[in-house]
Protein backbone atom coordinates (compact mmCIF):
# COMPACT_ATOMS: atom_id res chain seq x y z
CA UNK A 1 0.00 0.00 0.00
CA UNK A 2 0.96 3.71 0.28
CA UNK A 3 1.81 4.00 -3.51
CA UNK A 4 2.84 7.40 -5.52
CA UNK A 5 3.11 7.33 -8.65
CA UNK A 6 4.40 10.22 -11.61
CA UNK A 7 3.70 10.94 -14.93
CA UNK A 8 5.69 11.07 -17.03
CA UNK A 9 8.76 9.73 -16.22
CA UNK A 10 10.89 11.44 -18.22
CA UNK A 11 10.08 14.43 -20.41
CA UNK A 12 12.12 16.39 -23.14
CA UNK A 13 10.77 19.74 -24.45
CA UNK A 14 11.77 22.86 -25.99
CA UNK A 15 12.56 26.33 -24.36
CA UNK A 16 9.71 28.71 -24.11
CA UNK A 17 6.87 25.70 -23.66
CA UNK A 18 5.41 24.43 -20.61
CA UNK A 19 4.87 21.17 -19.15
CA UNK A 20 2.93 19.47 -16.44
CA UNK A 21 3.96 16.67 -14.62
CA UNK A 22 1.16 14.54 -12.18
CA UNK A 23 1.36 13.44 -9.12
CA UNK A 24 -0.73 10.30 -7.93
CA UNK A 25 -1.79 8.53 -4.71
CA UNK A 26 -2.58 5.46 -5.62
CA UNK A 27 -4.25 3.28 -3.26
CA UNK A 28 -4.27 5.95 -0.78
CA UNK A 29 -6.35 10.28 0.03
CA UNK A 30 -4.01 13.10 0.36
CA UNK A 31 -4.57 15.79 1.85
CA UNK A 32 -1.15 17.26 1.10
CA UNK A 33 1.48 16.29 -1.34
CA UNK A 34 4.68 17.85 -1.83
CA UNK A 35 6.93 18.77 -5.20
CA UNK A 36 11.13 18.47 -4.50
CA UNK A 37 13.17 19.37 -6.60
CA UNK A 38 16.71 17.61 -6.95
CA UNK A 39 19.82 18.60 -8.96
CA UNK A 40 22.46 15.95 -9.80
CA UNK A 41 24.64 14.38 -7.20
CA UNK A 42 22.59 17.28 -4.54
CA UNK A 43 19.99 16.95 -2.10
CA UNK A 44 15.81 17.04 -2.25
CA UNK A 45 15.17 20.64 -1.91
CA UNK A 46 11.31 21.10 -1.25
CA UNK A 47 9.54 23.21 -3.51
CA UNK A 48 6.14 23.80 -2.32
CA UNK A 49 3.68 22.02 -0.15
CA UNK A 50 0.19 21.42 -1.92
CA UNK A 51 -3.18 21.15 -0.13
CA UNK A 52 -6.27 19.63 -1.42
CA UNK A 53 -8.56 22.25 -2.21
CA UNK A 54 -5.87 25.32 -0.91
CA UNK A 55 -3.62 27.12 -2.61
CA UNK A 56 -0.27 25.64 -2.51
CA UNK A 57 2.71 27.10 0.08
CA UNK A 58 5.60 28.07 -2.10
CA UNK A 59 9.33 27.76 -0.05
CA UNK A 60 11.18 30.99 0.03
CA UNK A 61 13.05 31.64 -3.39
CA UNK A 62 10.53 29.48 -5.44
CA UNK A 63 8.54 31.58 -7.99
CA UNK A 64 5.23 30.37 -7.60
CA UNK A 65 4.27 32.24 -11.14
CA UNK A 66 7.12 30.02 -12.80
CA UNK A 67 6.11 26.55 -11.02
CA UNK A 68 2.09 26.29 -10.89
CA UNK A 69 0.69 23.78 -8.54
CA UNK A 70 -2.54 22.41 -8.53
CA UNK A 71 -4.13 20.28 -6.00
CA UNK A 72 -7.43 19.49 -7.52
CA UNK A 73 -8.69 16.00 -5.46
CA UNK A 74 -7.48 13.73 -2.64
CA UNK A 75 -5.27 11.69 -5.33
CA UNK A 76 -3.93 14.16 -7.71
CA UNK A 77 -1.55 17.11 -7.72
CA UNK A 78 -0.08 18.65 -10.62
CA UNK A 79 3.26 21.02 -11.36
CA UNK A 80 3.44 22.68 -13.92
CA UNK A 81 6.74 24.26 -15.36
CA UNK A 82 5.93 27.32 -17.38
CA UNK A 83 8.12 28.73 -19.94
CA UNK A 84 10.80 26.29 -19.18
CA UNK A 85 14.56 27.10 -19.89
CA UNK A 86 17.32 24.78 -19.32
CA UNK A 87 18.00 26.12 -16.28
CA UNK A 88 14.77 24.26 -14.97
CA UNK A 89 16.24 21.02 -16.24
CA UNK A 90 16.15 18.73 -13.56
CA UNK A 91 14.73 15.71 -11.51
CA UNK A 92 11.10 16.37 -9.87
CA UNK A 93 9.76 14.45 -7.03
CA UNK A 94 6.46 14.57 -5.02
CA UNK A 95 5.20 13.05 -2.04
CA UNK A 96 2.11 12.37 -0.49
CA UNK A 97 0.96 12.25 3.32
CA UNK A 98 -2.13 9.72 3.98
CA UNK A 99 -4.46 11.48 5.18
CA UNK A 100 -5.48 9.02 7.99
CA UNK A 101 -2.55 8.44 9.60
CA UNK A 102 -2.26 9.26 12.78
CA UNK A 103 -0.04 9.80 16.24
CA UNK A 104 4.14 8.70 15.74
CA UNK A 105 2.94 7.73 11.31
CA UNK A 106 1.82 11.22 11.06
CA UNK A 107 3.97 13.05 9.09
CA UNK A 108 5.58 10.10 6.98
CA UNK A 109 5.67 10.92 3.20
CA UNK A 110 5.48 8.40 0.77
CA UNK A 111 7.59 9.71 -2.49
CA UNK A 112 7.11 9.02 -6.11
CA UNK A 113 9.49 7.52 -8.71
CA UNK A 114 10.57 11.36 -9.72
CA UNK A 115 10.41 12.88 -13.64
CA UNK A 116 13.09 13.39 -15.21
CA UNK A 117 12.84 17.02 -16.77
CA UNK A 118 15.28 17.86 -19.42
CA UNK A 119 15.27 21.59 -21.30
CA UNK A 120 16.31 21.99 -24.63
CA UNK B 1 15.66 28.34 9.95
CA UNK B 2 16.07 24.40 9.54
CA UNK B 3 19.44 22.62 8.34
CA UNK B 4 20.45 19.09 8.37
CA UNK B 5 24.44 18.19 7.89
CA UNK B 6 25.42 15.37 6.59
CA UNK B 7 29.28 15.28 6.58
CA UNK B 8 30.07 12.49 4.43
CA UNK B 9 29.30 12.34 0.87
CA UNK B 10 30.69 8.46 0.19
CA UNK B 11 30.76 5.92 2.80
CA UNK B 12 33.06 2.92 1.77
CA UNK B 13 33.15 -0.65 3.82
CA UNK B 14 33.54 -4.17 3.88
CA UNK B 15 30.82 -6.49 4.47
CA UNK B 16 30.57 -6.98 8.23
CA UNK B 17 32.00 -3.97 9.13
CA UNK B 18 30.36 -1.62 11.63
CA UNK B 19 28.90 1.48 9.76
CA UNK B 20 27.63 4.65 11.31
CA UNK B 21 26.39 7.37 8.81
CA UNK B 22 26.93 10.80 10.41
CA UNK B 23 23.51 13.27 10.57
CA UNK B 24 23.85 16.41 12.56
CA UNK B 25 20.94 19.48 12.70
CA UNK B 26 20.48 22.51 13.43
CA UNK B 27 16.84 23.46 14.55
CA UNK B 28 15.76 25.57 17.98
CA UNK B 29 12.36 23.78 18.49
CA UNK B 30 11.47 20.13 18.99
CA UNK B 31 12.09 18.49 15.12
CA UNK B 32 11.16 15.17 14.36
CA UNK B 33 13.84 13.04 12.65
CA UNK B 34 14.14 10.71 9.97
CA UNK B 35 16.41 8.27 8.15
CA UNK B 36 15.33 7.98 4.43
CA UNK B 37 17.11 5.77 1.96
CA UNK B 38 17.00 5.18 -1.79
CA UNK B 39 18.49 2.46 -3.70
CA UNK B 40 19.60 1.66 -6.75
CA UNK B 41 17.06 2.48 -9.73
CA UNK B 42 14.22 3.06 -6.49
CA UNK B 43 12.72 5.81 -5.01
CA UNK B 44 12.69 7.33 -2.22
CA UNK B 45 11.89 5.52 1.04
CA UNK B 46 11.74 5.84 4.85
CA UNK B 47 13.97 3.74 6.84
CA UNK B 48 13.27 4.37 10.58
CA UNK B 49 12.54 7.68 12.39
CA UNK B 50 12.93 8.55 15.42
CA UNK B 51 9.81 9.04 17.38
CA UNK B 52 9.17 5.24 16.55
CA UNK B 53 12.48 4.15 18.16
CA UNK B 54 12.75 1.02 16.28
CA UNK B 55 15.63 -0.79 14.52
CA UNK B 56 14.93 -1.48 11.04
CA UNK B 57 17.11 -3.71 9.06
CA UNK B 58 19.54 -3.69 11.59
CA UNK B 59 19.49 -0.08 11.55
CA UNK B 60 19.24 1.84 14.62
CA UNK B 61 19.64 5.57 15.02
CA UNK B 62 19.73 7.77 18.05
CA UNK B 63 18.59 11.36 18.99
CA UNK B 64 21.15 13.00 20.40
CA UNK B 65 19.73 16.49 21.67
CA UNK B 66 22.38 17.52 23.60
CA UNK B 67 24.96 17.29 20.35
CA UNK B 68 21.89 17.70 17.78
CA UNK B 69 22.76 14.66 16.21
CA UNK B 70 20.67 11.70 15.05
CA UNK B 71 23.46 9.24 13.83
CA UNK B 72 22.18 5.78 12.00
CA UNK B 73 24.19 3.00 12.79
CA UNK B 74 24.68 -0.67 12.08
CA UNK B 75 27.10 -3.19 13.67
CA UNK B 76 27.36 -5.17 10.39
CA UNK B 77 26.90 -3.92 7.04
CA UNK B 78 25.47 -6.50 4.37
CA UNK B 79 26.24 -5.56 0.57
CA UNK B 80 22.58 -5.35 0.16
CA UNK B 81 22.65 -2.00 2.37
CA UNK B 82 24.70 -0.33 -0.80
CA UNK B 83 22.33 2.83 -1.25
CA UNK B 84 22.52 6.64 -0.63
CA UNK B 85 20.78 7.38 2.72
CA UNK B 86 19.42 11.12 3.22
CA UNK B 87 18.82 12.40 7.22
CA UNK B 88 15.91 14.58 7.07
CA UNK B 89 13.96 16.67 9.77
CA UNK B 90 10.59 18.16 10.17
CA UNK B 91 10.18 20.97 12.30
CA UNK B 92 7.77 20.34 15.06
CA UNK B 93 3.96 21.81 13.88
CA UNK B 94 4.90 21.50 10.06
CA UNK B 95 4.66 18.32 7.66
CA UNK B 96 7.75 19.19 5.51
CA UNK B 97 11.05 17.57 5.04
CA UNK B 98 14.22 19.09 5.09
CA UNK B 99 16.72 16.83 4.40
CA UNK B 100 20.58 16.72 4.13
CA UNK B 101 22.75 16.11 1.41
CA UNK B 102 22.88 12.40 1.76
CA UNK B 103 25.60 9.65 2.13
CA UNK B 104 25.72 6.84 -0.30
CA UNK B 105 27.24 3.82 1.15
CA UNK B 106 28.84 1.06 -0.20
CA UNK B 107 29.62 -2.35 0.78
CA UNK B 108 31.92 -4.37 -0.68
CA UNK B 109 32.54 -7.80 -0.35
Known sequence: GAVVSQHPSRVICKSGTSVKIECRSLDFQATTMFWYRQFPKQSLMLMATSNEGSKATYEQGVEKDKFLINHASLTLSTLTVTSAHPEDSSFYICSARDRRRRGDLYNEQFFGPGTRLTVL | ?109
Open chain 2, 1 to 109: AQRVTQPEKLLSVFKGAPVELKCNYSYSGSPELFWYVQYSRQRLQLLLRHISRESIKGFTADLNKGETSFHLKKPFAQEEDSAMYYCALSPWGFQKLVFGTGTRLLVSP
